[in-house]
């Protein structure tokens, strides 16, 4: 516990940063796992926590991405690939810290963590601002579009935690409980606020749920209202028009299982929101994004790759790319793109004309032109300093 404090003070202080933010910067925030990885039995490999980061990357120019930061902090990718955000005035970066892991070279373990890092977009030279204590094993966050208020979902404790943000300086005003203290864990794991930022979706992914929450400017609660989803909801996105949200289905708690999986599409235009359609995606979704400016959505589909065994039937080389066309709340699959080997987070452009996928395995970031409801891949991909575990920006 010591060690690691030491280590983000530490980022804090010394982390790679060698040049300050433009103003008109337009970023993504990578979170980097250097942690944890898989043997041919699907087995997990630790090496001793130290070698994370959360890297800040200016898209701007949006097929030649820049590394704006680098800054050690630690992450992991056993949290929702949504534990990372930017503020819609690119001023503050977050990412939350699910797990801790010892030091010990020899026999690295791991406990629940409760920490949310704030990074200074504007700083001169761009760091840690600084650490807030939520709830346990705070896992995907989300930000409102007036950038004054974020949700964390915290896996550890089936609870919500509530910040304020008002330029660089966020404040904890609480904690939202979605059960009993006692109650078993619901896995209370992502988060999505509508685009009036008068509601919330959380998943509650032990549960096959999602709760609905009400925000009146910075006062948030719980309805008690849950909307029963599919096996195991892995992400939850709200489309810009605030009529309806997805909900990715994992179909199991160890996501990538060789079964079919599905969205869920949520009409919020009716009270109590409810279920009015279920497509089939493929296998192992661990991240939606739906486009801020066209009828377009994706959902990044694990598809035997990562924490699989070699020998599995179900084994494959390549994550897939599900393509989803919007029609009203209709939401139909027209295609599939092939991406790197466990791919996770993805994250449109401002604009909505470019996404970003981030590949773990392969340490780079897939760029892809948005034709209509077509992605054309843009160059060779981007190289990072590390494994994405995470990828966001400031469009949900």
Avoid at 207 to 233: E, F, N, R
Wanted: net charge neutral; hydrophobic share 45%; aromatic share 4%.
């Amino acid at each position: 516990m010591t060690n690691l404090r030491n280590m983000t003070l530490l980022g804090m202080t010394l982390g790679l940063v060698l040049v300050a933010a433009p103003s008109s910067a337009q970023y993504l925030a990578v979170g980097l796992d250097e942690k944890l990885s898989w043997d041919e039995a699907g087995n997990q490999v630790l090496s001793a926590s130290g070698k994370d980061a959360l890297c800040i990357i200016d898209i701007g120019l949006r097929t030649r991405p820049q590394i704006v930061a680098s800054i050690s902090l630690p992450n992991t990718v056993m949290a929702p690939p949504t534990n990372v955000a930017v503020t819609p005035d690119q001023r503050l970066a977050l990412m939350t810290n699910a797990m801790e892991w010892s030091q010990d070279e020899a026999n690295p373990k791991s406990e629940p963590d409760n920490k949310i890092f704030l990074v200074d977009l504007k700083a001169n030279p761009v760091g840690l601002t600084s650490t807030i204590e939520v709830g346990a094993s705070p896992s995907g966050l989300a930000i409102n579009r007036a950038g004054d208020l974020a949700l964390v979902a915290n896996s550890g404790d089936n609870s919500v935690s509530v910040l304020a943000i008002k330029g660089a300086v966020g404040t904890l005003l609480g904690k939202v409980a979605l059960a009993p203290a006692d109650a078993p864990n619901a896995r209370v794991n992502t988060v999505a606020i509508s685009p009036n930022g008068k509601l919330a979706l959380v998943t509650k992914s032990a549960d096959h749920k999602v709760a609905v929450i009400d925000i009146d400017g910075q006062q948030v609660s719980y309805t008690g209202t849950d909307i029963p989803v599919g096996l195991w909801p892995s992400a939850v996105q709200i489309a810009p028009s605030g009529k309806f949200a997805l909900v990715a289905n994992g179909g199991s708690a160890a996501g990538s299982d060789g079964n079919v999986d599905t969205v869920s599409v949520v009409d919020l235009e009716t009270k109590p929101p409810r279920v009015i359609d279920h497509l089939v995606l493929g296998d192992g979704p661990s991240s939606l994004a739906i486009s801020p400016t066209s009828p377009l959505a994706v959902a990044v589909l694990a598809n035997g790759t990562g924490p699989v065994a070699k020998a599995a039937p179900y084994r494959h080389d390549h994550a897939v790319l599900a393509i989803l066309k919007i029609d009203g709340k209709k939401i139909v699959k027209v295609g599939e793109i092939e991406l790197g080997a466990y791919a996770r987070g993805a994250a449109f452009s401002p604009d909505g004309r470019y996404l970003y996928v981030g590949n773990f395995l392969d340490r780079d970031l897939a760029i892809f032109k948005v034709e209509g409801t077509k992605l054309m891949k843009v160059g060779s991909n981007f190289k990072l300093p590390g494994r994405p575990a995470s990828v966001r920006g400031s469009a949900p």
